[in-house]
């Protein structure tokens, strides 16, 4: 009877930690992008998270990869997250990727699982350049815009050179606003 009670509590021990210990990126909204440099992150600082685990990737779709496949043999946790580049990580553009963190000695013992997630064609944004690159355009579109309405109210025979100036002036603000948007991003 106490070995059925130690089995039954040593079970609902472990499904607690898995449940805890989790990937948090990539995910349905943060996807990674093919043959670039991507985050995995997990939630680290959980009690009873494993010290290593392997790191690898699946697809529910067979005709996209067979099984899943390691990409890093040997993580440590307290990292907390890390770069896979596109040498560790070289998938396709397709939808219903997994990362999955497994243990070492054995793969099909997975601690965590990510949502499934989109790899993007290369090329595309990641989510939060995606997010500055639209406020900048709406950061530009209103400052082109307010230029443009103040210079074509002039009342000068250089009317033409004043709305030209006005749209040109848009267009500078707004590539500003692009770039300024983009590096910080990056930063």
């Known amino acids: 009877m106490q070995t059925r009670t130690l089995a039954v509590s040593l079970l609902a021990a472990a499904s607690l930690v898995a449940a805890q210990f ?12 093919a043959r670039s440099t991507n985050i995995l992150e997990w939630t680290c600082r959980e009690s009873g998270a ?3 685990f392997t790191v690898l990737i699946g697809n529910s779709d067979p005709t996209i990869l067979v099984q899943p ?6 993580q440590n946790n307290f990292d907390c997250s ?20 497994a243990n070492p000695l054995n793969n099909t013992d997975v601690y965590a699982t990510s949502e499934p997630f989109e790899i993007k064609p290369l090329g595309s944004l990641y989510p939060s350049q995606q997010a500055a690159a639209a406020s900048s355009a709406s950061a530009a579109a209103a400052a082109s815009a307010s230029t443009t309405a103040g210079s074509s109210t002039s009342n000068n025979n250089s009317g033409a050179l004043s709305i030209r100036s006005g749209v040109i002036g848009g267009m500078a603000a707004g590539v500003v606003g692009l770039v300024g948007g983009m590096v910080a991003t990056m930063l």
């Not at 989790?22 to 992008?33: A, C, F, G, I």
């Not at 496949?69 to 040997?74: D, F, K, S």
């Open 50 to 52: 494993p010290a290593q």
């Open 22 to 33: 989790r990937v948090t990126t990539p995910s349905s909204s943060n996807w990674w992008v």
């Open 82 to 101: 890390i770069i896979v580049t596109q040498d560790q990580a070289n998938q396709a553009a397709g939808q219903g990727y997994r990362v999955l963190l």
């Open 69 to 74: 496949l390691a990409i890093i043999a040997q």
